[in-house]
């Protein structure tokens, strides 16, 4: 027998994040490892009259082609991967990892190819999910390899990620709604200001230009769990200083410093993982631009797993991706990078709109937004 909470979580992607319709193709994607998710998903797919399927992941044959492909075949980019993003109406990825650390050796710049060559189908995902004609989500598959990279047992890991989730409530669609009602006050009160100013005592000193971008409101729709709220930079000055090791493609690297000018990192350095950070950067011309500025808001994730999709999340801490944005957030920046980084608040940290402190010490100043302090 599964557990349990796969089926309240399955209904939660179901029903409320992607909102399955009668008719609806829904790509289910996954490692095998994760198949007691993938059978909830399946069966909740087929009750809401949606036509399921699904799409095999494998860390082990990723790693074979990272290790093996020509130049040509990392280049290559199958049409049928461009048909089924036309084709589809949902997509749910279940992320499951065997080994979070089995491509941490493979040659940054080959990775870098292989991201460059996927370029196409990823921007032509975020335009259709833009557009409105294709709704998505993600979540996270408790397995050994994260718990251990959480430093947790596996049962201890399975307790985070469902309490992240509001899956220990009764009715933890209603609670997302709540939060998306807290974070709208936020969202419409941002979309007014035409400026953002991050500042933390590890140096951090970030001027972000939202002047015609939109705050989106994120609380369960796209990623869960989520709890943030996020706009498209059209202009960053300054620099941050990065808390946590930020994780891409395996690779952990820690102690980042960026520096931007004229919207644009100019300087960049890691304590561990410096040349591949760098490698990431130069990937292509938009790498280096940022495309995303985003506040956490989820104070049910109080520490740092090595997971992005939860530490970008964390109550009282700020993240910024350079690469790639989001159209439906005002930004046009287009690259086959989307890295988050995240710099933590919650200790004498301060966000500025237009000069007035809207959040300090990592929690928001105005009465009904999440977690706020009076």
């Given at each position: 027998?599964?557990?349990?909470?796969?089926?309240?979580?399955?209904?939660?992607?179901?029903?409320?994040?992607?909102?399955?319709?009668?008719?609806?193709?829904?790509?289910?994607?996954?490692?095998?490892?994760?198949?007691?998710?993938?059978?909830?998903?399946?069966?909740?797919?087929?009750?809401?009259?949606?036509?399921?399927?699904?799409?095999?992941?494998?860390?082990?044959?990723?790693?074979?082609?990272?290790?093996?492909?020509?130049?040509?075949?990392?280049?290559?980019?199958?049409?049928?991967?461009?048909?089924?993003?036309?084709?589809?109406?949902?997509?749910?990825?279940?992320?499951?990892?065997?080994?979070?650390?089995?491509?941490?050796?493979?040659?940054?710049?080959?990775?870098?190819?292989?991201?460059?060559?996927?370029?196409?189908?990823?921007?032509?995902?975020?335009?259709?999910?833009?557009?409105?004609?294709?709704?998505?989500?993600?979540?996270?598959?408790?397995?050994?390899?994260?718990?251990?990279?959480?430093?947790?047992?596996?049962?201890?890991?399975?307790?985070?990620?469902?309490?992240?989730?509001?899956?220990?409530?009764?009715?933890?669609?209603?609670?997302?709604?709540?939060?998306?009602?807290?974070?709208?006050?936020?969202?419409?009160?941002?979309?007014?200001?035409?400026?953002?100013?991050?500042?933390?005592?590890?140096?951090?000193?970030?001027?972000?230009?939202?002047?015609?971008?939109?705050?989106?409101?994120?609380?369960?729709?796209?990623?869960?769990?989520?709890?943030?709220?996020?706009?498209?930079?059209?202009?960053?000055?300054?620099?941050?200083?990065?808390?946590?090791?930020?994780?891409?493609?395996?690779?952990?690297?820690?102690?980042?410093?960026?520096?931007?000018?004229?919207?644009?990192?100019?300087?960049?350095?890691?304590?561990?993982?410096?040349?591949?950070?760098?490698?990431?950067?130069?990937?292509?011309?938009?790498?280096?631009?940022?495309?995303?500025?985003?506040?956490?808001?989820?104070?049910?994730?109080?520490?740092?797993?090595?997971?992005?999709?939860?530490?970008?999340?964390?109550?009282?801490?700020?993240?910024?991706?350079?690469?790639?944005?989001?159209?439906?957030?005002?930004s046009n920046n287009k690259s086959a990078l989307h890295?988050?980084?995240?710099?933590?608040?919650?200790?004498g940290g301060t966000i500025e709109a237009d000069g007035?402190?809207?959040?300090?010490?990592?929690?928001?100043?105005?009465?009904?937004?999440?977690?706020?302090?009076?």
């Amino acid at each position: 027998m599964r557990d349990p909470r796969l089926d309240k979580l399955a209904d939660i992607m179901v029903h409320y994040s992607s909102e399955v319709k009668t008719g609806d193709l829904v790509c289910i994607s996954a490692d095998p490892i994760a198949m007691p998710m993938i059978e909830a998903v399946y069966e909740k797919t087929l009750q809401a009259g949606g036509h399921p399927f699904w799409i095999p992941r494998s860390e082990a044959l990723a790693d074979i082609f990272l290790e093996q492909a020509s130049d040509e075949q990392l280049d290559f980019l199958s049409p049928l991967r461009m048909q089924m993003v036309e084709a589809i109406d949902v997509q749910i990825g279940l992320w499951a990892d065997v080994n979070t650390r089995s491509s941490s050796r493979v040659d940054p710049a080959r990775q870098s190819r292989l991201s460059r060559a996927g370029e196409p189908y990823f921007v032509r995902f975020l335009d259709r999910a833009a557009e409105g004609d294709l709704r998505w989500v993600g979540t996270q598959y408790p397995t050994q390899a994260s718990a251990q990279d959480a430093e947790m047992s596996l049962r201890q890991y399975e307790e985070f990620v469902y309490g992240a989730g509001k899956l220990d409530l009764d009715d933890p669609a209603a609670a997302w709604r709540h939060l998306r009602e807290q974070q709208k006050r936020a969202c419409d009160w941002l979309n007014q200001k035409k400026e953002v100013r991050f500042r933390a005592p590890n140096g951090t000193d970030l001027t972000v230009n939202v002047d015609g971008a939109t705050w989106i409101n994120c609380a369960g729709e796209d990623n869960f769990p989520d709890g943030e709220v996020f706009a498209g930079p059209q202009g960053v000055e300054g620099v941050v200083y990065y808390t946590f090791p930020a994780v891409n493609m395996g690779r952990e690297v820690t102690g980042i410093r960026l520096e931007f000018r004229n919207g644009i990192v100019v300087d960049a350095s890691a304590s561990k993982g410096e040349d591949f950070l760098i490698a990431m950067l130069d990937m292509d011309p938009g790498a280096r631009h940022l495309g995303e500025i985003a506040i956490g808001t989820n104070y049910s994730i109080t520490e740092y797993t090595r997971n992005t999709l939860f530490d970008e999340k964390i109550g009282g801490t700020f993240h910024a991706a350079v690469g790639q944005g989001y159209p439906e957030s005002g930004s046009n920046n287009k690259s086959a990078l989307h890295w988050d980084m995240v710099c933590d608040l919650r200790q004498g940290g301060t966000i500025e709109a237009d000069g007035e402190l809207f959040h300090e010490n990592g929690h928001f100043k105005f009465e009904g937004w999440p977690g706020a302090i009076l």
